[in-house]
């Protein structure tokens, strides 16, 4: 079975709910089914890619698309909606032109596009996050953007005094401290194997940044964080100027260099850094991490060979081999290996796993994500939402009416001291029939029960990528 979300065609005309849309709207007050929790106040911020004018270009891909932010606000059972572009220097270009003038990763200019200077911001399309009292729109090639968390309004492109060059769409948060640990890569120039890594403060005042080269220039789309330790995954979706620039893929499957893992401890210098050595595999997504004793566990969202992207020769992945599995990796720090283990969990094809953040890098309980239903014949979307309890190693799964799909699961605890797991999931669910959205609030711990509220748009969002909630 094909990994859903996987088979979009790259280079031509996105279609069906991952077209993007043309419209900016608001609505003070969405139509509600059931009833809202009226301890749910805050807003969910939804970053996905929404190109301003699409264009049928090889160079193109569903991850190059401008972004646009989706607010779900909720206060006293009511719902409220906002969408807006992320205006970077790219979208404003294009805005002005009333043309595409760009394509691909790089910001190629198309054929006959004029010829304008525009600062390299990226298109901002991966991520919403809240740090420091500031709402960053995050794509992991980029300096974040702020954006005015009432209005939408981009407010520009933010360096907190220190930043410099990429920085992650996957920042992780210590529930403690309130830090912020952030890394990026193609640090030493497009393609490149150059990394930094770096972290910030709850005010918002960078307090490292450093740069290291991995083993070989990689997508390094997320990394692995606990209590003591950063890992850094470089995997063999392998990053290549040369490669580009002679007209193949920048970035491609080269399963033959294996998987190398950087543990760095928090603290250490990063001479500190050891590299561990595991099979060949590839993983966008981590759900959590944690530490036992001189163990480090990561459960992560693992693919034997990576979709959306070609194999360096250009065939096409294995649809077989292209579909996330939860899987544990196991590190041992005092074993006289540099060898890592990674054992599947679970056979369900699924992504974008969540926890509950306040376990972030603790050992956890709960997890959730996305998933294809068992039974059913796949095409390219997730039709369910598992719950996985570590503790009774049991798992359940809301299935949506055949056809519809679900974005990623978001966690909202019900109190601040709510314990683990008790709370809320949001997700905002597509209606194939009817060609539009909903959000759709469930009990976190009874899935199964299905949604509590169900909030109608009359229009699509379209699959994106990432969200999460800001309590007002």
Same mark, same amino acid.
């Given at each position: 079975?094909?990994?859903?979300?996987?088979?979009?065609?790259?280079?031509?005309?996105?279609?069906?709910?991952?077209?993007?849309?043309?419209?900016?709207?608001?609505?003070?007050?969405?139509?509600?089914?059931?009833?809202?929790?009226?301890?749910?106040?805050?807003?969910?911020?939804?970053?996905?890619?929404?190109?301003?004018?699409?264009?049928?270009?090889?160079?193109?891909?569903?991850?190059?698309?401008?972004?646009?932010?989706?607010?779900?606000?909720?206060?006293?059972?009511?719902?409220?909606?906002?969408?807006?572009?992320?205006?970077?220097?790219?979208?404003?270009?294009?805005?002005?032109?009333?043309?595409? *003038?760009?394509?691909?990763?790089?910001?190629?200019? &198309?054929?006959?596009?004029?010829?304008?200077?525009?600062?390299?911001?990226?298109?901002?399309?991966?991520?919403?996050?809240?740090?420091? #009292?500031?709402? &960053?729109?995050?794509?992991?090639?980029?300096?974040?953007?702020?954006?005015?968390?009432?209005?939408?309004?981009?407010?520009?492109?933010?360096?907190? #005094?220190?930043?410099?060059?990429?920085?992650?769409?996957?920042?992780?948060?210590?529930?403690?401290?309130?830090?912020?640990?952030?890394?990026?890569?193609?640090?030493? @120039?497009?393609?490149?194997?150059?990394?930094?890594?770096?972290?910030?403060?709850?005010?918002?005042?960078?307090?490292?940044?450093?740069?290291?080269?991995?083993?070989?220039? %990689?997508?390094?789309?997320?990394?692995?964080?606990?209590?003591?330790?950063?890992?850094?995954?470089?995997?063999?979706?392998?990053?290549?100027?040369?490669?580009?620039?002679?007209?193949?893929?920048?970035?491609?499957?080269?399963?033959?260099?294996?998987?190398?893992?950087?543990?760095?401890? $928090?603290?250490?210098?990063?001479?500190?850094?050891?590299?561990?050595? @595991?099979?060949?595999?590839?993983?966008?997504?981590?759900?959590?991490?944690?530490?036992?004793?001189?163990?480090?566990?990561?459960?992560?969202?693992?693919?034997?060979?990576?979709?959306?992207?070609?194999?360096?020769?250009?065939?096409?992945?294995?649809?077989?081999?292209?579909?996330?599995?939860?899987? =544990?990796?196991?590190?041992?720090?005092?074993?006289?290996?540099? =060898?890592?283990?990674?054992?599947?969990?679970?056979?369900?094809?699924?992504?974008?796993?969540?926890?509950?953040?306040? =376990?972030?890098? *603790?050992?956890?309980?709960?997890?959730?994500?996305?998933?294809?239903?068992? @039974?059913?014949?796949?095409?390219?979307?997730?039709?369910?939402?598992?719950?996985?309890?570590?503790?009774?190693?049991?798992?359940?799964?809301?299935?949506?009416?055949?056809?519809?799909?679900?974005?990623?699961?978001?966690?909202?605890?019900?109190?601040?001291?709510?314990?683990?797991?008790?709370?809320?999931? *949001?997700? /905002?669910?597509? =209606?194939?029939?009817? $060609? $539009?959205?909903?959000?759709? /609030? *469930?009990?976190?711990?009874?899935?199964?029960?299905?949604?509590?509220?169900? /909030?109608?748009? %009359?229009?699509?969002?379209? !699959?994106?990528?990432?969200?999460? !909630?800001?309590?007002?």
């Amino acid at each position: 079975m094909a990994d859903v979300q996987a088979q979009q065609p790259v280079g031509e005309r996105l279609t069906n709910n991952y077209a993007p849309i043309t419209i900016k709207c608001e609505a003070e007050f969405l139509p509600v089914k059931g009833e809202l929790p009226r301890e749910l106040r805050g807003t969910l911020f939804r970053n996905g890619p929404n190109p301003q004018f699409p264009v049928a270009d090889p160079r193109n891909h569903w991850f190059t698309g401008d972004g646009m932010l989706h607010a779900f606000t909720l206060a006293k059972g009511r719902a409220a909606y906002r969408n807006r572009w992320i205006r970077t220097a790219k979208w404003q270009a294009e805005h002005d032109a009333g043309r595409a *003038l760009f394509a691909g990763f790089g910001g190629d200019r &198309l054929p006959g596009a004029p010829a304008v200077q525009v600062k390299d911001e990226g298109v901002a399309n991966t991520n919403v996050v809240w740090h420091a #009292g500031r709402l &960053l729109a995050l794509e992991e090639a980029h300096l974040p953007i702020e954006i005015d968390p009432r209005t939408l309004a981009t407010d520009g492109q933010r360096d907190f #005094g220190a930043l410099r060059g990429p920085f992650t769409a996957h920042p992780k948060i210590d529930p403690v401290s309130g830090e912020m640990i952030f890394f990026g890569y193609g640090a030493s @120039g497009p393609l490149s194997a150059g990394m930094t890594y770096g972290t910030m403060d709850s005010s918002g005042a960078v307090t490292r940044f450093e740069r290291f080269d991995a083993p070989y220039a %990689s997508m390094v789309h997320d990394f692995v964080v606990t209590a003591r330790h950063v890992l850094f995954p470089i995997l063999p979706l392998t990053a290549s100027l040369q490669r580009a620039m002679r007209g193949g893929p920048p970035f491609a499957w080269e399963p033959e260099k294996g998987a190398a893992i950087g543990v760095l401890p $928090r603290g250490g210098a990063i001479g500190d850094m050891k590299w561990f050595r @595991g099979d060949a595999a590839y993983v966008f997504h981590v759900m959590n991490a944690w530490e036992d004793g001189d163990k480090i566990y990561a459960d992560v969202m693992q693919f034997e060979e990576p979709p959306l992207f070609p194999h360096a020769d250009g065939s096409a992945p294995d649809p077989m081999k292209s579909r996330a599995r939860l899987c =544990r990796w196991t590190f041992d720090l005092t074993a006289n290996t540099d =060898r890592f283990t990674q054992d599947y969990l679970d056979e369900l094809t699924g992504e974008f796993p969540r926890i509950d953040d306040r =376990r972030a890098g *603790l050992k956890h309980r709960h997890g959730w994500y996305a998933c294809a239903a068992p @039974g059913r014949q796949h095409r390219d979307s997730f039709d369910a939402i598992a719950h996985v309890d570590a503790e009774s190693t049991k798992r359940n799964l809301y299935l949506l009416p055949d056809g519809d799909a679900t974005s990623e699961p978001v966690f909202v605890p019900r109190a601040t001291d709510a314990e683990e797991g008790d709370g809320w999931l *949001l997700a /905002v669910i597509w =209606r194939a029939a009817e $060609r $539009r959205s909903d959000l759709v /609030v *469930l009990e976190a711990g009874d899935v199964e029960r299905g949604p509590i509220a169900t /909030v109608e748009l %009359s229009h699509r969002v379209p !699959f994106g990528f990432h969200g999460n !909630f800001v309590p007002a």
